[in-house]
Protein backbone atom coordinates (compact mmCIF):
# COMPACT_ATOMS: atom_id res chain seq x y z
CA UNK A 1 0.00 0.00 0.00
CA UNK A 2 3.19 2.33 0.73
CA UNK A 3 3.91 1.99 -2.37
CA UNK A 4 0.92 3.10 -4.44
CA UNK A 5 0.65 6.10 -2.40
CA UNK A 6 3.97 6.99 -2.95
CA UNK A 7 3.50 6.74 -6.81
CA UNK A 8 0.27 8.45 -6.72
CA UNK A 9 2.35 11.20 -4.94
CA UNK A 10 4.81 11.35 -7.57
CA UNK A 11 2.03 11.14 -10.24
CA UNK A 12 0.43 14.22 -8.89
CA UNK A 13 3.71 16.24 -8.44
CA UNK A 14 4.45 14.89 -11.67
CA UNK A 15 1.18 16.33 -13.06
CA UNK A 16 1.53 20.17 -11.97
CA UNK A 17 4.90 20.52 -13.75
CA UNK A 18 2.70 22.43 -16.45
CA UNK A 19 2.15 24.96 -13.94
CA UNK A 20 5.26 26.07 -13.01
CA UNK A 21 7.95 24.63 -15.11
CA UNK A 22 8.86 27.26 -18.26
CA UNK A 23 8.89 25.90 -21.71
CA UNK A 24 12.39 24.85 -21.91
CA UNK A 25 12.37 22.63 -18.40
CA UNK A 26 9.04 21.63 -19.44
CA UNK A 27 10.97 19.74 -22.70
CA UNK A 28 13.24 18.35 -21.07
CA UNK A 29 10.55 16.53 -17.93
CA UNK A 30 9.07 15.33 -21.89
CA UNK A 31 12.37 13.85 -22.82
CA UNK A 32 12.86 12.54 -19.16
CA UNK A 33 9.31 10.55 -19.55
CA UNK A 34 9.99 9.59 -22.74
CA UNK A 35 13.31 7.95 -21.35
CA UNK A 36 11.52 6.67 -18.55
CA UNK A 37 9.51 4.24 -20.52
CA UNK A 38 12.64 3.30 -22.46
CA UNK A 39 14.99 2.53 -19.37
CA UNK A 40 11.99 0.96 -17.85
CA UNK A 41 10.90 -1.58 -20.29
CA UNK A 42 14.82 -2.06 -21.16
CA UNK A 43 15.22 -2.48 -17.58
CA UNK A 44 12.47 -5.74 -17.70
CA UNK A 45 14.03 -7.15 -20.77
CA UNK A 46 17.67 -7.24 -19.55
CA UNK A 47 17.36 -6.54 -15.43
CA UNK A 48 14.42 -9.06 -14.97
CA UNK A 49 14.87 -10.95 -17.64
CA UNK A 50 18.51 -10.93 -18.12
CA UNK A 51 18.46 -10.96 -21.83
CA UNK A 52 20.63 -7.74 -22.75
CA UNK A 53 19.17 -6.63 -26.14
CA UNK A 54 20.70 -3.75 -27.62
CA UNK A 55 17.79 -3.21 -30.35
CA UNK A 56 15.53 -1.57 -27.61
CA UNK A 57 15.93 1.57 -29.57
CA UNK A 58 15.42 0.33 -32.78
CA UNK A 59 12.10 -0.47 -31.54
CA UNK A 60 11.53 3.42 -30.40
CA UNK A 61 12.44 3.84 -34.13
CA UNK A 62 10.32 2.03 -35.70
CA UNK A 63 7.15 3.14 -33.36
CA UNK A 64 8.08 6.32 -34.65
CA UNK A 65 8.71 5.72 -37.99
CA UNK A 66 5.86 3.57 -38.72
CA UNK A 67 3.54 6.46 -37.09
CA UNK A 68 5.40 9.07 -38.45
CA UNK A 69 5.33 7.85 -42.32
CA UNK A 70 1.99 7.31 -41.94
CA UNK A 71 0.96 10.34 -40.92
CA UNK A 72 3.11 12.72 -42.89
CA UNK A 73 2.88 10.64 -45.97
CA UNK A 74 -0.76 8.87 -46.10
CA UNK A 75 -3.00 11.12 -43.70
CA UNK A 76 -3.47 8.70 -40.91
CA UNK A 77 -4.70 10.39 -37.59
CA UNK A 78 -1.47 10.13 -35.24
CA UNK A 79 -3.55 8.15 -32.79
CA UNK A 80 -4.22 5.57 -35.33
CA UNK A 81 -0.71 5.80 -36.62
CA UNK A 82 0.50 5.10 -32.95
CA UNK A 83 -1.53 2.06 -32.54
CA UNK A 84 -0.32 0.61 -35.45
CA UNK A 85 2.95 1.67 -34.61
CA UNK A 86 3.34 0.05 -31.18
CA UNK A 87 1.83 -3.13 -33.72
CA UNK A 88 4.49 -3.25 -35.95
CA UNK A 89 6.93 -3.14 -33.10
CA UNK A 90 5.30 -5.54 -31.57
CA UNK A 91 5.54 -8.02 -33.99
CA UNK A 92 9.20 -7.02 -34.85
CA UNK A 93 10.00 -8.48 -31.32
CA UNK A 94 8.00 -11.46 -31.58
CA UNK A 95 10.19 -11.43 -35.05
CA UNK A 96 13.65 -10.82 -32.82
CA UNK A 97 12.38 -12.93 -29.71
CA UNK A 98 11.99 -16.00 -32.14
CA UNK A 99 15.35 -15.30 -33.99
CA UNK A 100 16.90 -15.55 -30.62
CA UNK A 101 14.53 -17.81 -29.64
CA UNK A 102 17.29 -20.66 -28.97
CA UNK A 103 20.89 -18.34 -27.86
CA UNK A 104 21.79 -17.13 -24.65
CA UNK A 105 23.65 -14.42 -23.40
CA UNK A 106 26.55 -13.45 -26.29
CA UNK A 107 25.02 -14.52 -28.91
CA UNK A 108 21.96 -13.08 -28.26
CA UNK A 109 23.43 -9.79 -27.44
CA UNK A 110 25.10 -9.80 -30.98
CA UNK A 111 21.95 -10.92 -32.72
CA UNK A 112 20.32 -7.91 -31.12
CA UNK A 113 23.12 -5.79 -32.59
CA UNK A 114 22.80 -7.02 -35.72
CA UNK A 115 19.10 -6.39 -35.99
CA UNK A 116 18.99 -2.97 -34.93
CA UNK A 117 22.20 -2.18 -37.15
CA UNK A 118 20.04 -3.61 -39.95
CA UNK A 119 17.05 -1.50 -39.07
CA UNK A 120 18.87 1.71 -39.21
CA UNK A 121 20.56 1.21 -42.30
CA UNK A 122 17.82 0.61 -44.02
CA UNK A 123 15.79 3.46 -42.28
CA UNK A 124 18.52 5.90 -43.70
CA UNK A 125 18.86 4.40 -47.27
CA UNK A 126 15.29 4.10 -47.92
CA UNK A 127 15.17 7.86 -48.35
CA UNK A 128 11.94 8.38 -50.33
CA UNK A 129 10.00 6.57 -47.68
CA UNK A 130 11.82 7.54 -44.05
CA UNK A 131 13.85 11.14 -45.75
CA UNK A 132 16.71 9.30 -44.16
CA UNK A 133 18.94 11.75 -42.08
CA UNK A 134 17.50 14.74 -43.12
CA UNK A 135 14.80 13.86 -41.11
CA UNK A 136 10.76 13.23 -41.51
CA UNK A 137 8.57 15.93 -40.18
CA UNK A 138 5.53 14.58 -38.37
CA UNK A 139 2.34 16.28 -37.60
CA UNK A 140 1.43 16.37 -33.78
CA UNK A 141 -1.32 14.70 -31.95
CA UNK A 142 -3.98 17.30 -32.03
CA UNK A 143 -4.43 19.89 -34.17
CA UNK A 144 -2.26 22.21 -32.07
CA UNK A 145 0.57 21.67 -31.09
CA UNK A 146 1.26 22.34 -27.32
CA UNK A 147 3.77 20.95 -24.88
CA UNK A 148 1.31 21.00 -22.00
CA UNK A 149 -0.72 18.07 -24.15
CA UNK A 150 2.06 16.23 -24.89
CA UNK A 151 3.39 16.41 -21.44
CA UNK A 152 -0.03 14.73 -20.37
CA UNK A 153 -0.25 12.57 -22.88
CA UNK A 154 2.99 10.93 -22.19
CA UNK A 155 2.69 11.71 -18.65
CA UNK A 156 -0.45 9.08 -19.09
CA UNK A 157 1.53 7.10 -21.12
CA UNK A 158 4.44 6.52 -18.73
CA UNK A 159 1.78 5.76 -15.97
CA UNK A 160 0.44 3.24 -17.86
CA UNK A 161 3.75 1.39 -18.92
CA UNK A 162 4.95 1.39 -15.57
CA UNK A 163 1.74 -0.15 -14.05
CA UNK A 164 2.01 -2.85 -16.59
CA UNK A 165 5.40 -3.46 -15.58
CA UNK A 166 4.57 -3.67 -12.10
CA UNK A 167 1.83 -6.23 -12.52
CA UNK A 168 3.74 -7.94 -14.78
CA UNK A 169 6.29 -8.79 -12.12
CA UNK A 170 4.22 -9.98 -9.74
CA UNK A 171 2.55 -12.03 -11.79
CA UNK A 172 3.12 -15.78 -12.71
CA UNK A 173 5.15 -14.51 -16.01
CA UNK A 174 7.15 -12.15 -14.26
CA UNK A 175 8.54 -14.97 -11.49
CA UNK A 176 9.42 -16.98 -14.82
CA UNK A 177 11.17 -13.80 -16.17
CA UNK A 178 13.17 -13.95 -13.33
CA UNK A 179 14.03 -17.58 -13.14
CA UNK A 180 14.88 -17.45 -16.64
CA UNK A 181 17.47 -14.62 -15.15
CA UNK A 182 19.35 -16.54 -12.72
CA UNK A 183 19.51 -19.64 -13.76
CA UNK A 184 18.47 -21.19 -17.23
CA UNK A 185 18.99 -24.92 -16.88
CA UNK A 186 17.23 -24.51 -13.03
CA UNK A 187 14.18 -22.69 -14.59
CA UNK A 188 14.11 -25.09 -17.46
CA UNK A 189 13.95 -27.80 -14.89
CA UNK A 190 10.75 -26.53 -12.75
CA UNK A 191 8.92 -26.42 -15.95
CA UNK A 192 9.74 -23.06 -16.90
CA UNK A 193 9.73 -23.03 -21.06
CA UNK A 194 12.35 -20.90 -21.01
CA UNK A 195 12.06 -20.60 -24.90
CA UNK A 196 8.93 -19.53 -24.37
CA UNK A 197 9.39 -16.81 -21.98
CA UNK A 198 11.42 -14.65 -24.05
CA UNK A 199 9.27 -14.03 -26.91
CA UNK A 200 6.94 -12.50 -24.68
CA UNK A 201 9.67 -10.61 -23.16
CA UNK A 202 10.71 -9.11 -26.42
CA UNK A 203 7.15 -8.98 -27.75
CA UNK A 204 6.20 -6.73 -24.51
CA UNK A 205 9.20 -4.79 -23.89
CA UNK A 206 9.29 -4.35 -27.94
CA UNK A 207 5.56 -3.05 -28.02
CA UNK A 208 6.57 -0.46 -24.94
CA UNK A 209 9.32 1.08 -26.74
CA UNK A 210 7.31 1.60 -29.92
CA UNK A 211 4.60 3.18 -27.89
CA UNK A 212 7.34 5.74 -26.42
CA UNK A 213 9.08 5.97 -29.70
CA UNK A 214 5.26 7.24 -31.15
CA UNK A 215 4.84 9.51 -28.93
CA UNK A 216 8.23 10.91 -28.69
CA UNK A 217 8.19 11.34 -32.48
CA UNK A 218 4.47 13.35 -32.36
CA UNK A 219 6.21 15.19 -29.74
CA UNK A 220 9.12 16.54 -31.46
CA UNK A 221 7.95 16.60 -34.65
CA UNK A 222 11.04 15.53 -36.56
CA UNK A 223 12.11 12.28 -36.52
CA UNK A 224 15.82 11.61 -37.17
CA UNK A 225 17.78 8.13 -38.18
CA UNK A 226 18.89 8.97 -34.31
CA UNK A 227 16.27 7.34 -32.41
CA UNK A 228 17.50 4.15 -34.00
CA UNK A 229 20.93 4.51 -33.13
CA UNK A 230 23.26 2.88 -30.71
CA UNK A 231 24.03 6.54 -29.14
CA UNK A 232 20.27 6.18 -27.94
CA UNK A 233 20.30 2.89 -26.81
CA UNK A 234 23.82 3.46 -24.51
CA UNK A 235 21.54 6.53 -23.25
CA UNK A 236 19.19 3.69 -21.82
CA UNK A 237 21.49 1.42 -20.76
CA UNK A 238 23.20 4.32 -18.54
CA UNK A 239 20.08 5.32 -17.61
CA UNK A 240 19.34 1.70 -16.44
CA UNK A 241 22.71 0.86 -15.27
CA UNK A 242 23.31 4.06 -13.01
CA UNK A 243 20.16 4.24 -11.55
CA UNK A 244 20.06 0.49 -10.44
CA UNK A 245 19.65 -2.32 -12.99
CA UNK A 246 17.12 -5.08 -11.93
CA UNK A 247 15.17 -2.42 -9.76
CA UNK A 248 11.99 -1.27 -10.29
CA UNK A 249 12.26 2.68 -9.60
CA UNK A 250 15.92 2.40 -10.77
CA UNK A 251 15.40 3.08 -14.11
CA UNK A 252 12.89 5.98 -13.22
CA UNK A 253 15.61 7.71 -11.00
CA UNK A 254 18.20 7.01 -13.24
CA UNK A 255 16.33 8.64 -16.46
CA UNK A 256 15.35 11.66 -14.44
CA UNK A 257 18.54 12.04 -13.24
CA UNK A 258 20.77 11.63 -16.28
CA UNK A 259 18.07 13.65 -18.60
CA UNK A 260 18.35 16.50 -15.76
CA UNK A 261 22.29 16.29 -15.83
CA UNK A 262 22.45 16.30 -19.60
CA UNK A 263 20.97 19.80 -19.57
CA UNK A 264 22.88 21.15 -17.04
CA UNK A 265 26.46 19.64 -18.80
CA UNK A 266 24.88 20.97 -22.62
CA UNK A 267 26.13 24.34 -21.23
CA UNK A 268 29.89 23.78 -21.35
CA UNK A 269 29.69 21.53 -24.72
CA UNK A 270 28.74 18.28 -25.78
CA UNK A 271 30.46 16.19 -22.76
CA UNK A 272 27.61 14.49 -21.19
CA UNK A 273 27.48 11.10 -23.59
CA UNK A 274 31.56 10.90 -22.27
CA UNK A 275 30.44 11.77 -18.96
CA UNK A 276 27.63 9.44 -18.44
CA UNK A 277 29.69 6.60 -19.97
CA UNK A 278 32.66 7.31 -17.36
CA UNK A 279 30.27 7.69 -14.42
CA UNK A 280 28.21 4.44 -15.89
CA UNK A 281 31.87 2.24 -15.98
CA UNK A 282 32.44 3.21 -12.24
CA UNK A 283 28.60 2.65 -11.43
CA UNK A 284 28.95 -0.62 -13.12
CA UNK A 285 32.49 -1.76 -11.90
CA UNK A 286 31.88 -0.60 -8.12
CA UNK A 287 28.48 -0.44 -7.52
CA UNK A 288 26.24 -2.86 -9.28
CA UNK A 289 22.88 -2.00 -7.86
CA UNK A 290 23.56 1.48 -8.88
CA UNK A 291 22.05 4.92 -6.90
CA UNK A 292 18.77 2.98 -6.26
CA UNK A 293 20.91 0.23 -4.16
CA UNK A 294 23.35 2.92 -2.70
CA UNK A 295 20.74 4.81 -1.23
CA UNK A 296 18.62 1.86 -0.35
CA UNK A 297 21.80 0.78 1.74
CA UNK A 298 22.42 4.24 3.09
CA UNK A 299 19.30 4.87 4.36
CA UNK A 300 19.02 1.04 5.47
CA UNK A 301 22.16 2.19 7.87
CA UNK A 302 20.76 5.37 8.81
CA UNK A 303 17.47 4.21 10.48
CA UNK A 304 19.51 1.20 12.20
CA UNK A 305 17.70 -1.79 10.83
CA UNK A 306 19.11 -3.95 8.51
CA UNK A 307 19.61 -3.47 4.69
CA UNK B 1 36.85 -10.16 -66.00
CA UNK B 2 39.45 -8.24 -64.82
CA UNK B 3 36.44 -6.20 -62.49
CA UNK B 4 35.86 -9.34 -60.78
CA UNK B 5 39.51 -9.93 -60.18
CA UNK B 6 39.99 -6.56 -58.55
CA UNK B 7 37.01 -7.61 -56.49
CA UNK B 8 38.44 -10.52 -55.53
CA UNK B 9 41.61 -8.90 -54.78
CA UNK B 10 40.85 -6.26 -52.35
CA UNK B 11 38.63 -9.01 -50.23
CA UNK B 12 41.05 -11.17 -50.29
CA UNK B 13 43.23 -8.32 -48.49
CA UNK B 14 40.25 -7.03 -46.36
CA UNK B 15 39.09 -10.40 -45.50
CA UNK B 16 43.13 -11.09 -44.38
CA UNK B 17 42.78 -8.33 -42.22
CA UNK B 18 39.32 -9.21 -40.84
CA UNK B 19 40.67 -12.33 -39.56
CA UNK B 20 43.41 -10.72 -38.07
CA UNK B 21 41.05 -8.37 -36.23
CA UNK B 22 38.57 -11.31 -35.36
CA UNK B 23 41.42 -13.63 -33.85
CA UNK B 24 41.61 -10.42 -31.10
CA UNK B 25 37.75 -11.24 -30.53
CA UNK B 26 38.17 -14.91 -30.30
CA UNK B 27 40.81 -15.22 -27.98
CA UNK B 28 39.41 -13.00 -25.47
CA UNK B 29 35.84 -14.67 -25.94
CA UNK B 30 37.58 -18.21 -25.79
CA UNK B 31 39.73 -17.69 -22.74
CA UNK B 32 37.32 -15.79 -20.76
CA UNK B 33 33.61 -15.56 -22.58
CA UNK B 34 33.66 -11.98 -23.00
CA UNK B 35 32.98 -10.20 -25.83
CA UNK B 36 34.86 -6.95 -26.33
CA UNK B 37 32.64 -4.56 -27.67
CA UNK B 38 35.35 -2.06 -27.14
CA UNK B 39 37.51 -4.03 -29.63
CA UNK B 40 37.01 -1.65 -32.46
CA UNK B 41 37.81 1.35 -30.41
CA UNK B 42 41.14 -0.48 -30.05
CA UNK B 43 41.63 -0.89 -33.89
CA UNK B 44 41.06 2.98 -34.02
CA UNK B 45 43.31 4.02 -30.84
CA UNK B 46 45.77 2.13 -32.41
CA UNK B 47 45.45 3.99 -35.61
CA UNK B 48 45.40 7.25 -34.07
CA UNK B 49 48.42 6.05 -32.21
CA UNK B 50 50.45 5.13 -35.16
CA UNK B 51 49.67 8.40 -36.65
CA UNK B 52 50.49 10.56 -34.10
CA UNK B 53 54.06 8.25 -33.41
CA UNK B 54 54.80 9.20 -36.68
CA UNK B 55 53.42 13.17 -37.39
CA UNK B 56 54.24 14.61 -34.63
CA UNK B 57 57.31 12.25 -33.02
CA UNK B 58 58.65 12.12 -37.13
CA UNK B 59 59.59 8.25 -36.37
CA UNK B 60 59.15 6.20 -39.26
CA UNK B 61 55.87 5.28 -40.38
CA UNK B 62 57.06 0.94 -39.96
CA UNK B 63 58.40 1.96 -36.59
CA UNK B 64 55.24 3.71 -35.49
CA UNK B 65 53.01 0.91 -36.20
CA UNK B 66 54.66 -1.63 -34.02
CA UNK B 67 54.96 1.24 -31.22
CA UNK B 68 51.38 1.63 -32.00
CA UNK B 69 50.28 -2.41 -31.78
CA UNK B 70 52.42 -2.39 -28.56
CA UNK B 71 50.43 0.57 -26.77
CA UNK B 72 47.24 -0.91 -27.74
CA UNK B 73 48.91 -4.18 -25.84
CA UNK B 74 49.35 -2.31 -23.12
CA UNK B 75 46.18 -0.53 -22.74
CA UNK B 76 44.48 -4.01 -23.05
CA UNK B 77 46.60 -4.98 -19.67
CA UNK B 78 45.26 -1.98 -17.99
CA UNK B 79 41.59 -2.57 -19.26
CA UNK B 80 41.48 -5.96 -17.78
CA UNK B 81 43.18 -5.17 -14.87
CA UNK B 82 40.81 -2.54 -14.07
CA UNK B 83 37.30 -3.22 -15.48
CA UNK B 84 36.86 -6.63 -17.07
CA UNK B 85 38.43 -8.92 -14.30
CA UNK B 86 35.17 -8.33 -11.86
CA UNK B 87 33.38 -8.92 -14.28
CA UNK B 88 34.11 -12.61 -14.58
CA UNK B 89 31.44 -15.25 -14.86
CA UNK B 90 29.23 -12.49 -15.03
CA UNK B 91 28.66 -12.63 -18.96
CA UNK B 92 25.15 -10.02 -18.64
CA UNK B 93 28.14 -7.82 -16.87
CA UNK B 94 30.76 -7.95 -19.32
CA UNK B 95 28.91 -7.47 -22.15
CA UNK B 96 27.65 -3.93 -20.37
CA UNK B 97 30.55 -2.70 -19.31
CA UNK B 98 33.11 -3.36 -22.20
CA UNK B 99 29.77 -1.47 -24.53
CA UNK B 100 29.84 1.34 -22.06
CA UNK B 101 33.75 1.52 -22.63
CA UNK B 102 33.29 1.22 -26.10
CA UNK B 103 31.31 4.57 -26.05
CA UNK B 104 33.82 6.09 -24.07
CA UNK B 105 36.37 5.73 -26.14
CA UNK B 106 34.10 7.18 -29.09
CA UNK B 107 33.24 10.23 -27.19
CA UNK B 108 36.96 10.44 -26.05
CA UNK B 109 38.54 10.14 -29.12
CA UNK B 110 36.20 12.84 -30.67
CA UNK B 111 37.37 15.01 -28.01
CA UNK B 112 41.22 14.65 -27.88
CA UNK B 113 41.50 13.47 -31.81
CA UNK B 114 38.59 15.52 -32.94
CA UNK B 115 36.38 14.46 -36.10
CA UNK B 116 38.45 14.68 -38.95
CA UNK B 117 40.29 11.25 -40.38
CA UNK B 118 43.52 10.63 -39.61
CA UNK B 119 46.35 8.71 -40.79
CA UNK B 120 50.40 7.94 -40.63
CA UNK B 121 52.06 8.14 -44.04
CA UNK B 122 52.18 5.20 -46.34
CA UNK B 123 55.17 2.84 -46.28
CA UNK B 124 55.00 2.14 -49.87
CA UNK B 125 53.92 3.83 -52.36
CA UNK B 126 53.02 3.17 -55.89
CA UNK B 127 50.63 0.57 -57.73
CA UNK B 128 52.25 -3.26 -58.83
CA UNK B 129 50.50 -4.78 -62.00
CA UNK B 130 49.37 -7.95 -60.74
CA UNK B 131 49.51 -11.08 -63.61
CA UNK B 132 49.33 -8.32 -65.89
CA UNK B 133 45.23 -7.69 -64.79
CA UNK B 134 45.16 -4.89 -63.18
CA UNK B 135 47.35 -2.73 -61.21
CA UNK B 136 46.57 -2.88 -57.49
CA UNK B 137 48.16 -0.77 -54.69
CA UNK B 138 51.28 -1.54 -52.88
CA UNK B 139 50.15 -0.49 -49.62
CA UNK B 140 47.07 -2.55 -49.93
CA UNK B 141 49.77 -5.73 -51.10
CA UNK B 142 51.83 -4.49 -48.14
CA UNK B 143 48.98 -4.56 -45.82
CA UNK B 144 48.23 -7.88 -46.94
CA UNK B 145 51.78 -9.30 -46.62
CA UNK B 146 51.71 -8.14 -43.02
CA UNK B 147 48.34 -9.15 -41.96
CA UNK B 148 49.65 -13.01 -43.20
CA UNK B 149 52.14 -12.43 -41.60
CA UNK B 150 50.97 -11.40 -38.35
CA UNK B 151 48.70 -14.16 -38.41
CA UNK B 152 51.18 -16.62 -39.20
CA UNK B 153 53.13 -15.23 -36.15
CA UNK B 154 49.89 -15.58 -33.56
CA UNK B 155 49.55 -19.02 -34.89
CA UNK B 156 53.31 -19.92 -34.11
CA UNK B 157 52.63 -18.30 -30.95
CA UNK B 158 49.73 -20.50 -30.14
CA UNK B 159 51.09 -23.97 -31.31
CA UNK B 160 55.01 -23.38 -30.52
CA UNK B 161 55.27 -21.45 -27.18
CA UNK B 162 54.30 -22.40 -23.51
CA UNK B 163 52.13 -19.78 -23.60
CA UNK B 164 50.12 -20.60 -26.52
CA UNK B 165 49.41 -24.43 -25.00
CA UNK B 166 48.34 -22.33 -21.47
CA UNK B 167 46.05 -20.13 -24.20
CA UNK B 168 44.77 -23.54 -25.96
CA UNK B 169 43.97 -25.04 -22.30
CA UNK B 170 42.50 -22.18 -20.72
CA UNK B 171 40.27 -21.66 -24.08
CA UNK B 172 39.20 -25.53 -23.69
CA UNK B 173 39.03 -25.56 -20.26
CA UNK B 174 39.08 -23.08 -17.36
CA UNK B 175 38.62 -25.04 -14.61
CA UNK B 176 41.08 -28.42 -15.25
CA UNK B 177 43.40 -25.95 -16.44
CA UNK B 178 43.67 -24.26 -12.99
CA UNK B 179 43.73 -27.44 -11.94
CA UNK B 180 47.08 -28.40 -13.84
CA UNK B 181 48.90 -25.47 -12.09
CA UNK B 182 48.13 -22.56 -14.79
CA UNK B 183 47.11 -18.82 -13.09
CA UNK B 184 44.01 -18.06 -14.97
CA UNK B 185 44.46 -14.12 -13.76
CA UNK B 186 47.96 -13.87 -14.99
CA UNK B 187 46.65 -15.88 -18.21
CA UNK B 188 43.52 -13.83 -18.70
CA UNK B 189 45.67 -10.30 -18.23
CA UNK B 190 48.17 -11.88 -21.17
CA UNK B 191 45.37 -12.98 -22.78
CA UNK B 192 43.56 -9.90 -23.15
CA UNK B 193 46.07 -8.02 -23.79
CA UNK B 194 47.42 -10.13 -26.66
CA UNK B 195 43.52 -9.97 -27.93
CA UNK B 196 43.67 -6.34 -27.95
CA UNK B 197 47.03 -6.01 -29.43
CA UNK B 198 45.90 -7.92 -32.38
CA UNK B 199 43.10 -5.43 -33.09
CA UNK B 200 45.50 -2.89 -32.48
CA UNK B 201 47.77 -4.46 -34.99
CA UNK B 202 44.63 -4.41 -37.55
CA UNK B 203 44.39 -1.09 -36.79
CA UNK B 204 47.98 0.29 -37.82
CA UNK B 205 48.13 -2.10 -41.36
CA UNK B 206 44.15 -0.79 -42.02
CA UNK B 207 45.16 2.82 -41.36
CA UNK B 208 46.87 3.76 -43.87
CA UNK B 209 44.51 2.44 -46.05
CA UNK B 210 41.25 3.72 -45.00
CA UNK B 211 41.98 6.42 -42.07
CA UNK B 212 40.58 6.59 -38.82
CA UNK B 213 38.12 8.80 -37.43
CA UNK B 214 36.34 8.47 -34.23
CA UNK B 215 33.11 6.76 -35.45
CA UNK B 216 34.24 3.72 -37.51
CA UNK B 217 34.89 1.77 -34.40
CA UNK B 218 31.59 0.20 -34.20
CA UNK B 219 31.70 -0.82 -37.44
CA UNK B 220 35.40 -2.69 -36.89
CA UNK B 221 33.83 -4.41 -33.74
CA UNK B 222 30.66 -5.85 -35.57
CA UNK B 223 32.07 -7.11 -38.69
CA UNK B 224 34.83 -9.04 -36.08
CA UNK B 225 31.68 -10.46 -34.23
CA UNK B 226 30.21 -11.08 -37.91
CA UNK B 227 33.99 -13.08 -38.44
CA UNK B 228 34.11 -14.56 -35.32
CA UNK B 229 30.39 -16.48 -35.15
CA UNK B 230 30.62 -17.23 -38.72
CA UNK B 231 33.85 -19.24 -38.08
CA UNK B 232 32.60 -20.13 -35.23
CA UNK B 233 33.38 -19.35 -31.55
CA UNK B 234 36.22 -21.03 -30.20
CA UNK B 235 38.10 -21.73 -33.41
CA UNK B 236 40.68 -19.57 -34.90
CA UNK B 237 40.79 -21.19 -38.16
CA UNK B 238 37.57 -20.34 -38.60
CA UNK B 239 38.36 -16.55 -37.99
CA UNK B 240 40.58 -17.14 -40.83
CA UNK B 241 38.31 -18.34 -42.94
CA UNK B 242 35.52 -16.68 -41.68
CA UNK B 243 37.39 -13.51 -41.94
CA UNK B 244 38.40 -14.03 -46.16
CA UNK B 245 35.15 -15.35 -46.55
CA UNK B 246 32.99 -12.27 -45.22
CA UNK B 247 35.71 -9.52 -47.08
CA UNK B 248 35.01 -11.63 -50.46
CA UNK B 249 31.23 -11.67 -50.08
CA UNK B 250 30.87 -8.12 -48.77
CA UNK B 251 33.40 -6.78 -51.74
CA UNK B 252 31.74 -8.67 -54.63
CA UNK B 253 28.01 -7.84 -53.47
CA UNK B 254 28.80 -4.08 -52.97
CA UNK B 255 30.28 -4.16 -56.22
CA UNK B 256 27.56 -6.07 -57.99
CA UNK B 257 24.76 -5.60 -55.62
CA UNK B 258 24.46 -2.33 -53.97
CA UNK B 259 27.55 -0.37 -51.97
CA UNK B 260 24.98 1.40 -50.02
CA UNK B 261 24.04 -1.53 -47.88
CA UNK B 262 27.34 -2.87 -47.77
CA UNK B 263 27.73 -2.91 -43.82
CA UNK B 264 24.00 -4.78 -44.35
CA UNK B 265 25.81 -7.81 -45.38
CA UNK B 266 27.80 -8.43 -42.74
CA UNK B 267 25.04 -8.10 -40.02
CA UNK B 268 22.53 -10.46 -42.31
CA UNK B 269 25.60 -13.16 -42.42
CA UNK B 270 25.44 -12.58 -38.67
CA UNK B 271 21.53 -13.28 -38.23
CA UNK B 272 21.55 -16.09 -40.51
CA UNK B 273 24.11 -18.04 -38.72
CA UNK B 274 23.11 -17.37 -35.18
CA UNK B 275 19.75 -19.04 -36.77
CA UNK B 276 21.17 -21.88 -38.65
CA UNK B 277 24.05 -22.93 -37.36
CA UNK B 278 25.04 -20.84 -34.46
CA UNK B 279 28.41 -23.09 -33.84
CA UNK B 280 29.48 -21.39 -37.38
CA UNK B 281 31.79 -23.01 -39.97
CA UNK B 282 34.10 -24.62 -37.49
CA UNK B 283 33.18 -23.95 -33.98
CA UNK B 284 32.03 -26.36 -31.26
CA UNK B 285 29.28 -26.11 -29.20
CA UNK B 286 28.73 -23.55 -26.41
CA UNK B 287 29.12 -25.61 -23.16
Not at chain 2, 62 to 68: C, E, N, R
Not at chain 2, 76 to 100: A, H, Q
Not at chain 2, 222 to 236: H, N, P, R, Y
Request: aromatic residues 12%; glycine residues 12%; proline residues 4%.
Amino acid sequence: MRGWTAALVALGVFATFPLFLGQYWLHTAIVGLFYIMMASSWNLLAGFTGQVSFAHAAFAGIGAYTSGILAAKFGLPPLLGLVIGVAIAALLGLALGALCIRMGGIYLSLTTLGFSEILRIIVVNEYEFTRGTMGLTVPPFWGQYSKTVSFYILLAAVALVLWLIHRILGSDLGTSFRAVQNDEGAAASMGIPVIRVRVPAFVITGAMAGLAGSLYGHYLLLITPHILSLDLMFLVLAMTVIGGIGTFIGPIVGALFLEALSEYIRRYGEFHVLIFGLVALVVARFAPEGIVGLLSRWLGARLGRAA
Amino acid sequence: MSDFLLYLTNGLVIGVIYALSALGVALIVGMMNVVNFAHGELYVLAGYFSALFAQALGLHPAIAMVLGALSIFVFGLVIERLLIRPTYGNDMYSLIVTFILSIVLQNAYLLIFGPYPQKPPNLITGATDVFGLFMYGNQRLMGFVLGVVVIAAFFLLLKRTWFGRVVQAVSTDREVAALMGVNPERVNLLGFGLGCALAGAAGVILTPIFPVTPSIGVGVSLTAFVVVVLGGMGSFLGCLVGGVLLGVVENLGSAYISSAYKQLFSFVILIVVLFVRPAGLFGRRQT
